[in-house]
Nanobody, 119 residues
Framework: QVQLVESGGGSVQAGGSLRLSCAASGRFFAINDMNWYRQAPGKQRELVAGITRGDSTNYADSVKGRFTISRDNAKNTVYLQLNDLKPEDTAVYYC?????????????WGQGTQVTVSS
């Protein structure tokens, strides 16, 4: 069974920074793509950033230049550095990952971590 556990959320003022972590644990053979999503109250979940096993990255336009995604394959962990935070970044942040537990890869989600930015 695979578990993804996010941490690092909190409350900050506009302009502040946070670093989110998402660690995978359990029995699996490999992890491919890892992503960060967020969902604000009353809004759909949106992709914030993604990273491949080879460290290719992509970002939502709204966070380019402010957020940085990275990963440590030895620790099965993906990070999201959030800088210059704005009130509109307030949301629950989720990670997901494509994990191979047997023959195929399947997607697994974390439980989410709250980020609140005050003006």
């Amino acid at each position: 069974q695979v578990q993804l556990v996010e941490s690092g959320g909190g409350s900050v003022q506009a302009g502040g920074s946070l670093r989110l972590s998402c660690a995978a644990s359990g029995r699996f053979f490999a992890i491919n793509d890892m992503n960060w999503y967020r969902q604000a109250p009353g809004k759909q979940r949106e992709l914030v950033a993604g990273i491949t096993r080879g460290d290719s990255t992509n970002y939502a336009d709204s966070v380019k230049g402010r957020f940085t995604i990275s990963r440590d394959n030895a620790k099965n962990t993906v990070y999201l550095q959030l800088n210059d935070l704005k009130p509109e970044d307030t949301a629950v942040y989720y990670c997901d990952a494509a994990v191979r537990t047997d023959t195929y890869f399947s997607w697994h989600w974390g439980q989410g971590t709250q980020v609140t930015v005050s003006s």
